[in-house]
């Protein structure tokens, strides 16, 4: 990889740029100019955002004469999924890493959703019993694939920890770099935050191509402090691997934690409420464990007042909707 350029080597999984378009009725209820990014509609079955991630890892993966691809993630990680169904889609094999991320789950969540989705693909799913840590899972998954290696396969690993080159992120510089090209001068763009691939990549590509609207990252799995660390390295990281990274900086970090109670994976009050707004107002569907924790962020920003009334706002739907199947229960619940 060292001698090729990290953003022209890509494998084409996303064929058209997915819509962007207004949400009337609840710009309406706001009181604020409400647009929405359907990145859920984006590449492998059921979608996502991480499609945009995917082209570049399996990009490398492709110019490295790789026949397996091998990844991990939660148990119901939409990631690890949509990597089996590109992987696949592109005539490698995959095997998946399974974490146990998310306390006290029943049969729906270890057997439903993306899990099923795995078993239906073919993919090799192997567990890991630690859900925080990414160095061991990431040493398990590098394991399997130096057997994989000496059995004569060529496998290739997307791995999970911050210490790794964030080849995901220049998905999202490319789409951020998009969206400002579209004569669309947002005030603010809301996007789930996690491992810090898409909301990093997102925010480098919007200053890169002349917006400066502000990025707002809703953190799904630590708090706003290691979140905005975490996103600073992967900006370090990202910088490393495209000159067009240096338009951000860290001073342009911005995260909201207030819907990320009661956990990663959990749905909470907050999220469900964002749900709700969404699904009956608009009729677009979110999923638990990212999407409603993003858009919840804007409801009450605007209650707060951090969101002026009048203002221009992105909310990036990263997709997960696979997701919903395995989280029966807690929405038989909720609604």
């Excluded at 889609?89 to 057997?111: C, I, N």
């Excluded at 706003?224 to 990281?237: F, G, M, S």
Aim: a negative charge; hydrophobic letters at 45%; one cysteine or more.
């Amino acid at each position: 990889m060292s001698s090729l350029d990290p953003l022209a080597c890509r494998a084409s999984l996303l064929h058209e740029e997915t819509p962007l378009h207004p949400l009337p009725a609840i710009s309406e209820l706001l009181g604020i100019d409400l647009h929405i990014k359907r990145d859920d509609l984006c590449g492998a079955p059921f979608g996502g955002n991480k499609t945009r991630q995917l082209e570049h890892y399996l990009g490398a993966a492709q110019a490295q004469d790789a026949d397996t691809v091998l990844i991990t993630g939660a148990v119901q990680s939409n990631f690890v999924r949509t990597a089996a169904a590109a992987a696949m889609s592109l005539g490698m094999q995959a095997v998946v890493q399974l974490e146990d991320r998310v306390p006290d789950v029943d049969a729906f969540y270890r057997r439903s959703g993306n899990v099923l989705l795995l078993r239906v693909l073919g993919a090799e799913i192997m567990h890991y019993p630690d859900g925080e840590d990414e160095a061991g899972a990431d040493a398990a998954l590098r394991a399997r694939a130096e057997e994989l290696h000496l059995a004569g396969r060529r496998p290739y690993v997307i791995p999970l920890a911050v210490d790794n080159p964030p080849l995901g992120a220049l998905g999202y510089l490319r789409s951020g770099l998009q969206i400002a090209g579209e004569d669309a001068a947002f005030d603010y763009v809301i996007v789930a935050s996690g491992s810090g691939a898409t909301h990093a990549g997102l925010l480098a590509g919007l200053r890169a191509g002349g917006s400066a609207a502000q990025v707002i990252g809703s953190c799904v799995r630590r708090a706003a402090d290691p979140q905005r660390a975490r996103l600073a390295e992967v900006l370090r990281r990202l910088r490393d691997l495209t000159e067009a990274a240096n338009a951000a900086s860290d001073a342009d970090i911005a995260v909201w934690d207030g819907a990320l109670t009661p956990g990663y994976g959990r749905l909470g009050p907050v999220a469900t409420d964002a749900m709700q707004l969404m699904a009956r107002q608009e009729g677009i569907l979110l999923d638990p464990v990212y999407t409603a924790k993003a858009f919840a962020a804007i409801p009450a920003l605007v209650g707060t007042g951090k969101i002026e009334p009048g203002s221009r706002v992105l909310f990036v739907h990263t997709g997960g909707l696979a997701a919903l199947f395995g989280y029966q229960n807690d929405l038989e619940t909720a609604f």
